[in-house]
C-alpha cells in the first residue's frame, strides 16, 4: 500500500470483496430495496428472547451467509473486525464469539462498515491477513431503549428524527481477480460543529462527511465527476442538504453524482421514517445488497462509500455536550 | 511484516515507542508504582464537572504528553487508535476530538492497549501512517456508575471484585532506532467460559488468556522462558491463578516469569482493592511507566505483554448471559 496526500491509504494488492450478505427486518424488506437483501425476518426477536440478542443473531446470519457466498469456512479467516451501536458492542461480542475468529472490536457508531471494511482490507493488502471479514449491525428497537425511550411509551418523532434500520451487512475479504475491489481507505477525524439535538444526528454527521470528502478530493486530486456515485451512510434528508451545503463553501458540487444510503433503503413517505434512516446497519446491509449488487453488474464501476456517525451517548448528551461525527471513506472499484 | 503460525504478525519495520506517558489518579500515585507515572490528578473530577468527563482528560493529557516525549505535534500523527469502557466509548472521542487526528474507535474493554497498540504498530509498519498514537483509560468512578452503583450507595464489594484504575497511558509509534519496539501481535478470539458473576472479571478473561498466550506460543515455537517476563493485563488475584491452572492442563508454566499489572498497581493489603486491579487505565498505565522505564533501562529485553478483556454489558448481564472474554497479546523489545 502506499499513503496518498495527507490521509489516504491506497492499496495495492486488491483487497476483494469475495462473498457479501445483507440481513434486514420486516420494514427493511418492505420498503424499496426489497429484493436486494439476502435474509430476512418478520419477527423483531428474531426467534430470541430480546431485542440484544436478535441484534447479535443479525450479524452471526449476515456473516454465516456472507462465508458460504465466498465459499470460505469460519478457519479460514484470520481476522474479524465488528461493532454495533448497543453499550461496550454486545451485538458484535455476542453475535460473533461462536466463529473462534480473532476479534478487532470497534466503535465507529454509524460509520463501522466503513472503518471495519477499511482496516478488513489493510489486513489483506498488507499480508498481515489472508482473508478478512468486516461486519456491523443496529436494530431499531434495541436502539430506541438505548439511546431514546422504551417503544412502549409511543413517543412522538420530530422531524428531523430519523429511524434506525434493522440489519446488519457482513464482507468477505482477501486476493481475488474479477471482483469488487477497495481501492483505497481515507480515516476521518473527529468533527464537531456543536450540535446538540439528539434528535438530528444527520445534523451533527455532516461536517465530518463534508471533511472527509474534500480531504480524499484534495488526496487524490479528483472530483465527484471521476466517481459513477457517491454514497454517504444515513445523513438523511438534512444530513444531506448539509453536506451540500457544506460542500458549496468549499467549491464542491457532488448533488448529481451523491446518494444517501439512509434516503433509498426507505420510502420516506410511504413508510413515516420522518428523515430518513440510520443506524449502522443502514449504510453496511445497502452496500452489501444494492451497491455490491451494481458493482457486480457493472453499473458502477469506481464509487465512493462513506459511512458516517454520531459518536454521542446518552451520558454525554444528558450532560449538556455537543454531538461529535465522524466519517470515514471508501473507494471501490470493479475492472 | 509476515505471518507467523496461525495468529501472530511479526513486524519487519520495527514499529518503536517514541514516545509514551501515564496519567493516573489519587489512589494510584499512592500505591507501590507511585513514582513512574508522568502526571497524577488528587481531584476525581481533574478539574472538569463529571467523572466522564474526567476521564476524556485524563486521555487528552496522557496524549499531550507522550507527543511531548516524542518531540512530535499531532499534525505529525497520521492515525489514533483508541477506546474505553464508557458507553459509546465518549472517554475517547471527546478527549481526543481536539487533536484533528484522524480516529480508529476500537471496543475491546480492558483489552484496548494491546488491541489499539497492535493495530498502531501494523500501520507503522506497513507504511500505512508514518506515526501514530494508541491511547485507552478508565476511571473508578465512571466505571462504578455504569457498571455496578452510583459511589454514593457505599455499596460493599465481593472478594473477587477489582479495583478500576483512574489512568490513562499513551504511546507514540513511528520507525525509530535504539527505542523499544513492538515484535509483533497476537489477536485473540473471544472465549467464553460461562462465567456469571459480574464481580469475577478475572475468572471471566483468564480462558481468552490462555487461549492466546497458548496459540502466541504455538505460532513462534517459543516458550516462557524464551521471555524476560510475561504481564497480563488485569487478571488480578483469582484470574492468575485460573490462568495457572488453564495453562498446567496443557503443559504450560508461567509463574516464574509472569506479572500481573492488576497485581502490582496498587498494594493489595494496605489499599483494600480485594482481587487487585482492573480497567482499560490498568495495563496501559503500567505499560506507559513502569513497564517501558524497565525496557529503556536494560532489564527486560524481550517481553509480552498482553491486556485481558471482558467484553459483557450491564445490559447482557441482567439478561442472564455469560461474560465472554478477549485477549491480545504483544511481543516487545529493545536490542
Known amino acids: ?21 445483507s440481513v434486514v427486518g420486516k420494514k427493511e424488506h418492505e420498503g424499496p430495496l426489497s429484493e436486494e437483501f439476502d435474509f430476512y425476518t418478520e419477527d423483531s426477536f428474531f426467534g430470541e428472547k430480546t431485542f440484544e440478542k436478535a441484534e447479535s443473531k443479525l450479524q452471526k446470519t449476515a456473516v454465516k451467509i456472507a462465508l458460504e457466498k465466498a465459499r470460505l469456512d469460519e478457519k479460514d479467516i484470520d481476522n474479524i473486525f465488528a461493532g454495533d451501536l448497543l453499550n461496550q458492542c454486545i451485538g458484535s461480542s455476542f453475535g460473533l464469539k461462536e466463529f473462534g475468529i480473532p476479534f478487532i472490536g470497534l466503535y465507529g457508531a454509524c460509520s463501522t462498515m466503513s472503518l471495519s471494511a477499511g482496516l478488513a482490507a489493510l489486513f489483506v493488502d498488507s499480508g498481515a ?149 440510520s443506524g449502522c446497519g443502514c449504510s453496511a446491509s445497502v452496500l452489501c445488497s444494492y451497491i455490491l449488487h451494481r458493482i457486480e453488474k457493472g453499473d458502477f464501476k469506481n464509487i465512493l462509500f462513506m459511512s458516517t456517525g454520531a459518536l454521542l451517548s446518552p451520558t454525554s448528551s444528558f450532560q449538556g455536550s455537543s454531538i461529535p461525527g465522524i466519517a470515514h471513506l471508501l473507494n471501490i472499484k470493479k475492472d
Chains 1, 2 share one sequence.
Open 1 to 21: 500500500m502506499k499513503k496518498c496526500g495527507k490521509r489516504t491509504i491506497i492499496f495495492e494488492n486488491r483487497p476483494s470483496v469475495l462473498g457479501y450478505a
Open 129 to 277: 491477513a489472508a482473508h478478512t471479514v468486516a461486519v456491523t449491525s443496529s436494530h431499531f428497537c434495541s436502539a430506541e431503549r438505548q439511546y431514546r425511550f422504551p417503544l412502549n411509551y409511543g413517543s412522538q418523532r420530530t422531524p428531523t428524527a430519523q429511524w434506525t434500520v434493522t440489519g446488519s451487512g457482513a464482507l468477505v475479504l482477501g486476493k481475488g481477480e474479477g471482483k469488487p475491489y477497495i481501492n483505497s481507505v481515507t480515516f476521518g477525524e473527529i468533527a464537531d460543529y456543536g450540535i446538540k439535538d439528539t434528535n438530528n444526528m444527520g445534523a451533527a454527521m455532516a461536517p465530518a462527511a463534508a471533511d472527509t470528502l474534500l480531504h480524499f478530493f484534495s488526496d487524490t486530486g479528483t472530483k465527484a465527476e471521476n466517481y459513477d456515485i457517491i454514497f454517504t451512510g444515513d445523513l438523511g434528508y438534512v444530513g444531506t442538504n448539509l453536506l451540500y451545503e457544506l460542500l458549496e463553501k468549499e467549491k464542491t458540487d457532488i448533488r448529481c453524482r451523491h446518494s444517501d444510503c439512509g434516503l433509498i433503503i426507505f420510502d420516506r413517505e410511504k413508510q413515516d421514517v420522518h428523515a430518513g434512516a
